[in-house]
């Protein structure tokens, strides 16, 4: 019996809080007081105002009856909503009552071990409802720029000292073992579900970091919700990517669907295959990839783990959005397919039908004169950990190598940053000690290729041009020379206006073998090395003294932009849930006066 | 046989393996059928096409935009076959695709006999509309209007079933498309068919989970509206309108508000003056007061368009107390948004209501801590200085725009002198010298270049105003103090003003004074730079003077002479720059 070895990464963690809890120093400090923000979520509706006051506490009384009475008193004593944004101290006693209410009610729900009765449980989620599911307030900048999670500083929810225990004391009464979905699915709903869903878009992140948490038990204690769930995150997903790419909670979300990916079923489903087809491989085109890429990948990779035939068509989607002009996002694709190649070095079955489609744009990388790029294209098989590739490019070295060769060629001889010359020179030295024998082929071939391409190039302008000539002359050009005469004035003037070339006079611009700028015959191959591969040739000889180069293992993130330093306190406070500590933090909530 | 050799060209680019030799083919497809002739183009290349309809976005991108050109090559009367290639298109992921798609229909349609319609274009929009996944009925959505505007009653009615389905369709985008382009129909919707199958569309819609679905409803309340008025219904407005226009202004969400905020103005302008007065104004004032700043700054911006449909005792009755409270919002977006808008409430209130009840505003909001908010009152204050009358403006505005003069913010500063030729022509003279004069002179030297460049521009605007007696008594004296500045920055500034002032000046008067008095006086600058404007305010005034060789020949060479031998590798080509004629 064969053992399917499975995807054995830890799952990545999503959002802002990660990054304010791993590296503290690369934040930079507003000056105090520079925060000019409405935190607020919206107190609209403020509830139905009861007057708080002090109960008996549900542990005095005797009776299972008393006790239920009075935990739903309490329950409703805190569905009244305090708007924290109006300083009135007269709220100050009841805004506290409504705290210790809930401290107590989390406790009895931990700590007794009586059944919860049908009533409890409508108050309960009734009062979840009430205090959780609320207009979200506007965006930094709902006019301008999108909003990038990168950039900006989050809104953090100014009610967070009664939101906070409302999800903690959710959180334990779903995990509680006396809690019965098939009660609770009477009071939990379709409409609950997209409530909860509809939040996700908080730019709190410790609040997305409790729904990440609570919908994830949700899940799994709701079977017959699964199926709408799924369905309403790929809703939010393809808004996201065909609509408005405007949504905060994309990688809490994609964390949830890691786990839930985690448990499907071999084989898989068609509505799950689709899933990730239509929906989760195009989360690739947005601008705001790098925000949930770790996450995102994991759902890949463990789809992929699961059947690696959905490799081909995963990676024939990706290939198809490939960010042509921005440089980051390519490094992040390259991650996707190192990250594929991953699973697939544990299929090795499968990596026939993927590897040609894929060595040809890692060539193509290669030769990016972006120097990240090219190193992330030239590190795929040689970083540590992924020996594994280096094994199925080693197996399939006669695929693989007339592929990569070309633009390791050129890119040995001809790259503007040494250290990529290098790279790439002892990477064809590696060809060589793999199989000599394939080298000397593709060596042989390689001349007689470029010779071709020349030619074929020639060909395609002269069948442009004669179409061209006979159908609509005047598109045809004649190459311009330059002008002699240009300005030579100063251009330090106050008072005329500098001649500026007009762009049609531009030669660089302008040549394109006299065809129509919307004609371009590409000549990325015709730019390559033409003569013959000789490994003594003196131009390699220097690169060999240079050390081998330091592999970036991160991508050179964004600086983050200077944080108020409350909210750099708010978000370091926050303990993230999975961490374990929970309990630690529950102590430390219990005894904090949070007015002080 | 010429078709051949053209397919044969075509054929193997269309399935080249690299991508940009595809796109060629097919951003060129123009010159293929050109060369085919249109029967050719027509059986051969139409079909030729499909295979390009599994390629990648950006080829479908450039085939989708392609077609509409289509007519030109296969004649105008023979447009349906097109159909069969931009149906798959409609469905296409990418949402760039699908839009150029959807423009290509229609612009072809427009090709269409109204039996074509019904053939072929009706069933295609019905196996659109009954797709699985939500990116046909997107489309379907957004093209719907032109079978429903050109489909006899019966069939109409049969449609607009169909597009009630899609209102009420499971997936959010295509309730949004649905919603969004539910107004293209509207106008051709007779009336007993807007208040049933139309409005149940609406209804539909006002109860989406989606906030993003609600928002839409206040486009469509418009068209209703506008398309009622027209066909004579408006007496409807209030049963079928007004419900909608509720429900989005209590929306819990601030979105829908803040939608409706937005579009205030149009929706009172379509529902009339009297709709607006007895249903509109109080969630007008509502959305003033709203808790949202960003629905407060939104309405903020239709005061004066919505008062204008008022009758100004209601103004003034309604909404000038929550202008007060306006005027003193937290948030400055909400101040800025109301300081560029009630400027133009003058004009209705009138000379006395505006001096009753407005000026304090205009004077409280000239004192708000944020320049925006001082700059947006300024920027319009030409547009009520004439409403306001010359004695308030002396005695209440001057002495808020001396304070402002000397603004800390330059764009403040900046508005202000924008602002001085107009009160120059108002003003008496002798009143601006003494008050305003020396304000515009002390501007040559601010110390922010921007200021004084404006300023010298604002000199010539007041000259051509005040005319040219002026320029000799009042401002000559001035500017030529300034060349005897101790500061070259300001020696600067007299030979931009004289630039800017030669073309607008008598020729005897750029001779004298500009030219001798001004400019000659500080060839021999020390400073380089002042030396290097010489030449280049010479530029601006030696074509001047064209009449005056002598002058030109005696004075203007040899200062150019002299400069063309300066030192200074600038000044020398600055020196060569002017050209005299001969």
Sequence with gaps: KVEMASYHKAPPKAGLLNKVKTNPADILLKKQGSALKSSSSRFLKVGPQEKLEYLPKITSLTTDEEKEAMFIRKIRQCCVIFDFTDINLAQTVPKEIKREALLELVEYVVNTKAPFTPLMYKAVIIMVATNLFRPLPPRLNPSGDKFDPEDNEPILEAAWPHVQLVYEFFLRFVESNRFDAGIAKQYLGKKFIQQMLDIFDSEDPRERDYLKTTLHRVYGKFLSLRNYTRKKIQFIFLSFCYEDEYHNGISELLEVLGSVINGFALPLKAEHVEFLLRALVPLHKSRALSVYHPQLTYCVAQFIDKDPSLAKPVLASLLSFWPVTNSSKQILFLRSIEEILLVISQHPFYFASIQEIVFKKIAECIASPHFQVAEKGLSIWSCDDSDCILELVTENVDVILPILFPSLFHVAKSHWHKNIRSMSYSILRLFMSIDSEAFETTIGIYQQNRQREKEERNERVQKWKELITEVEPQLLREKEAIPDNLSTRPSSTNLNKAQIPSPHLDPLLNDNDGLPTNIVIPRHLGCLVEEEFNVEDPVFMELVEVNQIQIHEKLRQKQMLPMDPFTVEALQDHVPLDDGKRNLMWRILYSWNWWK | FKYCIAMDVLLPELQHIDLQIRLNAVSNIGLFAKKLGKEETLKSLLPALQILLSDEDEILAALAEQISSFPDHIGTDNVVPLLELLEPLCKAEETVVRNKATASIEAICKFFTDEQIQTSFVPMLKRLASEEWFTPKSSACRIFYIAFSRSPSEVQSDLISIYKTLCSDETPMVRRAAATHLKSLIPFAPV???????????????????????????????????????????????????????????????????????????LASALGEEMTKDVLLPFFCGLLKDAEAEVRMVAAEQISRVAELLPLETVISEILPILKTLSVDEAQNVREAMAADIMLLAKQFGTQGTNDHLLDLFLHLLKDDVAEVRLNVIGKLDQVTSIIGIEHISTHLIPAIVELAEDQQWRVRQAVIAFMPRLAKQLDIQYFNDKLLP????????????????????????????????????????LSKITKSSNYLYRMVALFAAAKLAPILPVEVVKTQLTE??????????????????????????????????????????????????????????????????
């Design chain 2, 192 to 266: 007993s068919m807007m208040e049933e199958q139309i409005l149940d569309c609406v209804k539909s819609f006002d109860n989406d989970e989606q906030d993003s679905v609600r928002l839409l409803v206040v486009d469509i309340a418009i068209a209703i509206a506008k398309t009622l008025t027209e066909q004579n219904a408006a007496g409807l407005n209030k049963s079928i309108v007004e419900p909608l226009i509720t429900a989005c202004c209590q929306d819990k969400s601030w979105r829908v508000r803040f939608m409706v905020g937005t579009k205030f103005a149009e």
């Design chain 2, 439 to 478: 304000l515009c002179v002390g501007w040559l030297s601010d110390s922010v270049f921007r200021i004084r460049e404006k300023a010298a521009e604002n000199l010539m605007n007041l000259v051509s105003v005040l005319g040219v007696e002026y320029y000799t008594l009042s401002i000559h004296p001035q």
């Design chain 2, 517 to 582: 008095e001004l400019v000659l006086v500080l060839v021999d600058d020390v400073t380089a730079n002042v030396r290097l404007n010489v030449g280049a305010s010479l530029d601006v005034i030696l074509p001047l003077l064209e009449g005056e060789p002598e002058f030109v020949a005696s004075k203007i060479q040899p200062a150019l002479k002299k400069l063309g031998e300066d030192k200074d590798m600038d000044v020398k080509a600055y020196a060569a720059v002017p050209k005299v004629s001969s």
